[in-house]
């Protein structure tokens, strides 16, 4: 999923795949934590740039952001609230940007 020599398609396969074996079986916490942050790690990608521009993304590219995105929001579904408080301060005004 992080390989970035890897193709965007498959990348964004397992990023849906991940956070839905996660969601089913996760049994630690700090594990969900720490996949929620990979996932972040890719989707920030689409957020504007410093300079208030969109960045640049091919569809494929684009979809993979989409796939890690709503991976992120189905493990946000079962972290907990100070999780949930600190998620939600970091990415909440920045999400509109997303639908540009």
């Given at each position: 999923m992080?390989?970035?020599?890897?193709?965007?398609?498959?990348?964004?396969?397992?990023?849906?795949?991940?956070?839905?074996?996660?969601?089913?079986?996760?049994?630690?916490?700090?594990?969900?934590?720490?996949?929620?942050?990979?996932?972040?790690?890719?989707?920030?990608a689409a957020y504007l740039k410093g300079d208030g521009t969109s960045p640049s993304h091919s569809a494929v590219l684009q979809a993979l952001h989409c796939a890690a995105l709503s991976a992120w929001t189905l493990l946000l579904s079962i972290a907990p609230p100070s999780k949930v408080q600190e998620f939600v301060k970091t990415h909440l005004p920045k999400l509109p940007q997303l639908l540009q």
């Open positions: 992080n390989d970035k020599s890897a193709a965007a398609g498959a990348r964004a396969a397992c990023a849906q795949a991940l956070g839905l074996v996660c969601f089913i079986a996760a049994g630690d916490m700090e594990e969900v934590i720490t996949i929620m942050s990979s996932l972040e790690k890719i989707f920030c």
